[in-house]
């Protein structure tokens, strides 16, 4: 084992700040990097040294992986934390960091290689009897084999691009006669996104639910799993708003989804924090999704159940530490919840909502946390994700959970740019999330149509009231005489 003194954080914003608070907790020194954009951000000033990264772009910036191992090296740093996004899941940066005598926090860059090609994935698991989704799960890159393939499983289908995720290379087809040209779309987004334009077949589920599974697995062999959570409320196939437990999963399942879980770590050899993905038909029928091989934005609402540190568990991992956790001895009380609080404009397709914080004031709310890594007067980016912060609630039931979420809605003040606080209020308050009974496509069958009502409403009585006032105008009119 090799205590880690220093670790450079290879990553900005909420997430950056969050290691930063467990690397301190553990008397570990942290190193930020930083744009030209984040020079004022909370995680240069909260860490011990911070190296400047030239340029504004993420490519220029927090992707080159090069600079940020020169800057480890520099600063005698022992490890790197990747965080989520931007290098977290990049296999190539996992080697260089480790061929540079550097710890990566995070799995071994075989892991990570399985686990971000969808094709490689589902092979590895199949030898795990682990429940996969009805498909093929080789790239397909004939139409005419594809069509071949999508008539044997029967339609709805779904195109998939073997390398990628967030709803990137991804087409769902309801009959043949839209095949070609889906196939054809979902290969160009798939080479645009991810360089590679491989894609795969497989059964559409309708009406389902986003199940994932936390696990942490330690180089001595033990692989553990933290429960599941509940991701189905998204947009454009992306997470908005997460919970732990799940309100629909018994304990039967739970135990189900957390041994397939564990056979898919141990599928690819995993060490460190990861989650695996599952998603659910209406029957509780469970198939494996993907895995992350990184901690996840959501990862607070299962701390808040467990008590357990993600991050201090992924660093003492990287150090070598046996885990000192034992499934039998784990449990979970209470529910937590968690609202992405996005700078974006949900009332208009949720597009990005560039700008500055002109006013930024967080909830002081017993039971909420906000993770976040912003000032007043910070400028949520083109250049980045338009995160601002993770609101989070616990309660010792889930109806507590939204009432505290709902109350730190209403005390969360931004000024300056729209946010997803509104949408957040919306998804509580709606009788299908309320009774569990939601699944991923919650905001084209609920919210969409309520907006286009609303909508609807206030041009209809916009038009009212320029009738009456046109009326009144008339009657005041005095007409010449002839």
């Known amino acids: 084992m090799s205590a880690i003194r220093k670790i450079v954080i290879a990553n900005r914003g909420e997430i950056a700040v969050r290691i930063i608070k467990s690397a301190k907790r553990l008397s570990i020194k942290t190193v930020s990097i930083y744009s030209d954009l984040d020079r004022a951000s909370p995680h240069v000033l909260m860490a011990d040294e911070a190296f400047h990264l030239p340029g504004k772009t993420a490519t220029e910036t927090y992707l080159d992986m090069h600079q940020i191992v020169k800057i480890a090296k520099k600063a005698n740093a022992d490890a790197i934390h990747p965080g989520y996004g931007f290098l977290s899941e990049n296999a190539a940066f996992a080697n260089l960091v480790e061929s540079n005598g550097l710890k990566f926090i995070g799995p071994s860059a075989k892991s990570i290689k399985i686990m971000g090609n969808k094709i490689a994935a589902k092979e590895a698991v199949s030898k795990f009897q682990v429940p996969l989704v009805p498909g093929d799960d080789k790239a397909i890159e004939e139409i005419t084999k594809g069509i071949e393939i999508a008539e044997q499983i029967g339609f709805p289908i779904l195109i998939k691009a073997a390398a990628g995720g967030g709803g990137k290379g991804m087409r769902v087809v309801n009959k043949i006669e839209d095949f070609n040209n889906s ?18 077949i497989e ?22 799993h933290l429960f599941e959570r509940e991701c189905s409320i998204q947009r454009r196939h992306q997470k908005v708003m997460e919970e732990a437990p799940s309100p629909t999963v018994n304990e039967s399942l739970r135990e189900a989804l957390g041994k397939a879980a564990i056979d898919v770590a141990k599928s690819c050899q995993y060490t460190g924090a990861g989650t695996v993905e599952f998603i659910m038909d209406t029957r509780s029928n469970f198939y494996f999704l993907e895995m992350n091989t990184r901690l996840q934005v959501e990862h607070p609402v299962t701390e808040f159940i467990t008590g357990i540190d993600l991050v201090e568990q992924q660093i003492k991992i990287a150090e070598g530490h ?98 997803t606080l509104p949408f957040g209020k919306f998804v509580l308050k709606h009788p299908s999330f309320i009774d569990g009974s939601f699944n991923t496509h919650f905001v084209e069958d609920h919210y969409l149509p309520t907006i286009k009502n609303e909508f609807n409403q206030e041009i209809s009585l916009a038009g009212k009231v320029a009738a009456y006032l046109y009326n009144q105008n008339l009657k005041k009119v005095v007409l010449p005489n002839n």
């Open 203 to 224: 059964k559409y589920i309708e009406d389902p639910k986003h199940i994932e599974v936390q696990i942490l697995a330690d180089n001595h062999g033990n692989i553990i």
């Open 322 to 419: 046996s885990l000192q956790l034992e499934q039998a001895n784990l449990t979970f009380s209470g529910h937590a919840i968690e609202l992405r609080v996005y700078a974006e404009d949900a009332q208009n397709n949720f597009l990005p909502s560039p700008g500055k914080l002109v006013t930024y004031s967080i909830p002081t709310v017993d039971g909420i946390r906000v993770d976040d890594g912003v000032l007043e007067g910070s400028e949520i980016s083109v250049f980045y994700d338009p995160m601002i912060s993770k609101l989070i609630a616990y309660g010792k039931s889930r109806k507590e959970a939204i009432e505290k979420l709902l109350e730190g809605i209403e005390a969360y003040v931004i000024e300056g740019v729209q946010t």
């Open 183 to 200: 196939f054809k779309r979902a290969v160009s987004e798939a080479k645009s996104a991810f360089g590679d334009g491989s894609v795969f």
